[in-house]
């Protein structure tokens, strides 16, 4: 049965036709776009596509914020038969974009205006675009530049001078193995490749989604994620087009810092019923509610903390287990609901029923926080090349620490050394489904290694419980491996170590087969600032440096022998000494990807001098000159 995107929407629109489907806001509140007005779009902009020139499998690229011309801009490119490529807001002209536009060979390429000047800027280099589409009036337009209102008005034409089935022609003969988006992905070890996904490939996922979460049409969402990413593709806007949903998206600021501060009120305006979310959004947002109470006072704060301590010990680690005794705490929880967390959740609209996390596995501590005011939020997990939903903890069923449940249909074996494992043993995650990428973009030979009778190779490490819940455990390549052979997953001690330490914003630990753990630590300056500011200290002084050296120190070594977190990790896999950065890891100089997962391998590329340098008996020393120098 013949299931593309184009049908997926067709079908929407048929049933839910006067259904809000986008909300976008560009002045003083959001506009509601209904689904049949969503269609008229999406034919006008398809149909002056197909006027400009566009072919049935020509690559297109779509970079843009988020907005319903970006939404509109995908369907329309279906439309004219045409494969998406979409990019980050993020990527730099000069090295990351001119790489995907000329290895995705992208003929057309729409843009909005933020983001004109960097196609602008290499734009000569770019021989193969005919095309650059622009959203946004941004003045006088340049070589081969078009407004997307006169590519609206070429439709308006088009459609005049041609019957409704000639346009619908090259939409209706996509079929389910046709290329929907080519999206590249800046891995967590490796260079980006074009992961090519088919509208079969998405349909399949929206399914599979379905069957962990329960949506209908009167939800809404307000999509905080970048679009060009599969998670905010499939969770974002496709599931909810498929139940006839809201989805909305953050209002677009003059600054990335503007739109980054539109979110907490976007939220109380659109009222969602759920978000998605990654592990460093879910630690702002936590830090924001824990700041709005302090400022009540220490009362005030006094309480809430004694109250998450009850709803967290009532809620435990699962709603699998029986509660048991945990039962009689219920009349307390219900009163801390109605008089703390319920006025937390005004603040996200009122109507939010939870979170789902993807990217970076989420703290359990984190989880637990969230679960006890009432907003759940579920680690999922999934990749890029299972477009990308595997599994998800859900309303009905949850255990911290798990990824959830499978998406179902799905097969999955955990591997090692080319066997099948048996329950509860770790192993490779191995999956098979319709949701299985097509290959990766003139990359064959990557492609065969990860895609191998029709199962997908994740490169995660993991194991499936008797409970039938899926754990990840991190990342084969990012492996700790001891001097002994022994080996570790480090992304938990991580999330761990930036979770409890006030002073330590990201670390990355390293230990290939060395006889102790290290770690590259960025650090918290300002509040690094507040620590030595007790004893009349500034960051000014060598003196400073080694009080906030030594303070960096303290708050690791919590997790060691004789610290109160002592037993959460074995000792040997954190780390005996440390390297301070001077620098964050981001997505611009290419260490952290779209979902906020750090690139191993570019870090420890990057870095390779100071990792070297701390396995010296200088180095080791953590007041050594490097790391007082890359605190002034």
Not at 496 to 514: F, K, R
């Amino acid at each position: 049965m013949k299931k593309t995107l184009v049908d997926l929407f067709e079908a929407s629109v048929k049933q839910y036709g006067q259904n809000t489907f986008l909300l976008e806001k560009t002045g003083k509140k959001f506009e509601p776009t209904t689904y049949a007005q969503v269609k008229e779009q999406v034919y006008r902009l398809g149909a002056g596509l197909q006027a400009l020139g566009v072919k049935k499998g020509a690559t297109m690229a779509l970079l843009s914020e988020g907005r319903n011309l970006w939404v509109i801009g995908e369907l329309a490119m279906f439309y004219a038969g045409a494969i998406n490529v979409p990019l980050s807001i993020k990527l730099e002209e000069s090295s990351d974009l001119l790489f995907r536009l000329k290895h995705g060979d992208v003929k057309f390429v729409m843009v909005s205006g933020t983001q004109l000047k960097k196609v602008r800027a290499i734009k000569d280099q770019l021989d193969a675009v005919e095309k650059i589409i622009v959203f946004d009036n941004c003045g006088e337009l340049q070589d081969k530049e078009i407004l997307v209102d006169d590519v609206f008005a070429m439709g308006e034409k088009f459609l005049t001078e041609h019957t409704m089935e000639e346009f619908l022609s090259v939409a209706n003969s996509l079929q389910n193995d046709d290329y929907a988006t080519i999206t590249y992905t800046s891995g967590t070890t490796a260079d980006p490749k074009g992961v090519v996904l088919t509208h079969r490939n998405y349909t399949a996922n929206v399914e599979q989604a379905l069957t962990l979460v329960h949506i209908d049409e009167t939800w809404r969402t307000l999509i905080i994620l970048p679009l060009d990413h599969c998670f905010a593709h499939v969770v974002g806007f496709y599931i909810m087009m498929s139940r006839g949903a809201t989805a909305a998206t953050v209002q677009v600021g003059r600054t990335p810092l503007e739109t980054l501060k539109n979110i907490p009120l976007n939220i109380k305006e659109v009222k969602p019923h759920f978000i998605l979310s990654v592990p460093a959004l879910a630690k702002t947002f936590k830090k924001n509610i824990e700041n709005g109470i302090r400022a009540k006072g220490k009362t005030t704060m006094s309480l809430f903390k004694f109250a998450l301590k009850v709803a967290q010990i009532y809620n435990g680690d699962s709603n699998i287990d029986f509660k048991g005794w945990r039962l009689i705490l219920a009349p307390m929880v219900k009163l801390f609901d109605k008089i703390l967390f319920s006025k937390v959740r005004e603040n996200f609209g009122g109507e939010m029923r939870f979170f789902i996390g993807g990217g970076a596995l989420l703290d359990k501590d984190l989880q637990k926080f969230y679960m006890a005011i009432g907003m759940p939020m579920f680690q999922g997990y999934g990749l890029s090349e299972a477009t990308p939903v595997i599994s998800s903890n859900g309303p009905d069923r949850y255990r911290f620490g798990s990824s959830g449940k499978l998406v179902q249909p799905i097969e999955i074996k955990i591997m090692a050394d080319g066997k099948e494992l048996p329950v509860g043993e770790m192993g490779e995650i191995v999956v098979k489904g319709e949701n299985v990428m097509a290959g990766y973009w003139k990359n064959p030979t990557s492609t065969a290694e990860t895609v191998k009778d029709g199962y997908l190779y994740t490169g995660d490490l993991g194991y499936m419980s008797k409970e039938n819940l899926l754990y990840v455990k991190g990342r084969f390549k990012s492996l700790l491996i001891g001097s002994d052979g022994e080996k570790y997953s480090p992304e938990g001690i991580e999330e761990a170590l930036v979770e409890h330490s006030s002073c330590i914003d990201q670390i990355m630990l390293y230990n290939n087969q060395s006889a102790y753990t290290t770690a590259l630590v960025v650090p918290n300056k300002e509040r690094l600032l507040r620590h030595i500011a007790h004893q009349g200290l500034t960051l000014e002084t060598e003196e400073g440096r080694k009080a906030a050296i030594g303070e960096i120190e303290k708050q690791i070594n919590v997790f060691k022998k004789g610290g109160e977190l002592e037993t959460m990790f074995p000792e040997r896999w954190l780390p005996a000494t440390f390297a301070v950065l001077s620098e964050p890891f981001t997505e611009q100089n290419q260490m952290i990807n779209s979902t906020m997962k750090m690139v191993r391998g570019k870090i420890e590329k990057a870095y390779a001098a100071r990792l070297e340098y701390i396995y010296t008996s200088e180095g080791k020393q953590i007041y050594n000159q490097q790391n007082l120098d890359a605190l002034k």
